[in-house]
């Protein structure tokens, strides 16, 4: 958001100079270029981790590759900012932010990329389950963010929803090849695209009749039991992660509604009430933490690099490994930026699961879009 440098800026400093302004939004927009790139994907990912939860603790150091980044492409145009991460992180937060914000508003309409989904449904995973930030410039400028972001989400669904018969049509309208015309060279790329209209109409169907009957059935494939079964806490948990399982990414707007559905569908309000993601953890079966966070390295991997992009997640993986002292500690606070008191009902937590297995089945495998 090159239009948004100054307010941005203001978390570092409340009256940037207009030098200051101007040689910012130049390096904002010079790191733009690098996050749009699926090669730097773990770039884009890392300055969304410091976006939200700062650059001036775990998992950074000063030899990060974003923090490297960020540093060369302000000091190339003023030597002035100090290169120590203690001195400068709040500075590079706001950078970081300007350039992520600029990716998420900058695209063609109706037709998102997928570098801005991926940013998009980062920041939506990252901000729904935590406290508002207590500096005014900071929530302001994470609420412009997630503005943005949703637009993003909800533009990418809309097409990848979106129904037609335009290769059908072609394909109806197709004659016969001229003489002297190689035959499949005139008519294999109409097939092709009716084959992929096809298969892109049929997997919208799929995902609206596996979602339906799974919410018909209300049976909680991980604990093998039916939902009205199981504690609140742990019915929202495989709620949001088997409903994620199921949905096209990015997921429709009402999508995560369903979660609410599933969960508190015949349970009293009472059993609703707010809890905090440390007592909640007492709910959670091995098996659930092992489908939040299983061990095969890219996963972990993820929450392990961005715990304030994926908490519950990073949760699964703390829990998974400390079996002997099952219980979150003051890492978990440090590292994702949410303080283990802060408590929301069941449902929210359920969607927060739902969130974090979108963005990690996007991260890691997107072939769907």
Known sequence: MLNHTLEFLRIAD?????????????????????????????????FLQGVVGGFDGAPFSQESPAVTLLIKSVKDRDATLPQDLKENATELRAVAAIAVGELLTNQPEGKPGDE???????????????????????????????????????????RRRQRGNEAFQKLDKLKKPAEGTDVWDALLPVFKAALREVSAQEAVDREEIETLWWMFGAYSEIEQKPLADISP????????????????????????????????????????SSVSLQDAT?????????SLSPADGRAEGASTSYPALLPVSFACQRLRECKDAPKLGKDFTVTTGIPLTFSQSPTN?????????????????????
């Not at 390096?27 to 699926?38: D, G, N, P």
């Open 116 to 158: 801005a989904v991926v940013a998009a449904l980062s920041i939506n995973s990252a901000l729904s389950s935590r406290p508002a930030a207590s500096n005014k410039y900071i929530r302001w400028m994470l609420d412009t963010l997630s503005a943005a972001s949703d637009k993003v989400i909800h533009s990418a669904a809309r």
């Open 349 to 369: 937590w359920g969607e927060q699961v739902f969130r974090e297995v979108i963005l990690q089945r996007f991260v890691m495998d997107n072939k769907e879009i």
């Open 14 to 46: 409340v009256q940037p100079n207009d030098e200051k302004i101007r040689k910012r939004k130049e390096s904002a927009a010079e790191l733009v270029t690098a996050i749009t790139s699926k090669d730097n994907r773990a770039v884009l990912l890392a």
């Open 233 to 272: 806490m742990a019915a929202a948990f495989c709620s949001g992660f088997e409903l994620a399982q199921r949905a096209l990414l990015p997921p429709s707007p009402s999508a995560v509604a369903m979660v609410k559905r599933a969960v508190e569908s015949g349970r009293k309000p009472a059993t609703l």
């Open 282 to 290: 007492a709910d959670w079966s091995e098996a659930m933490i092992n």
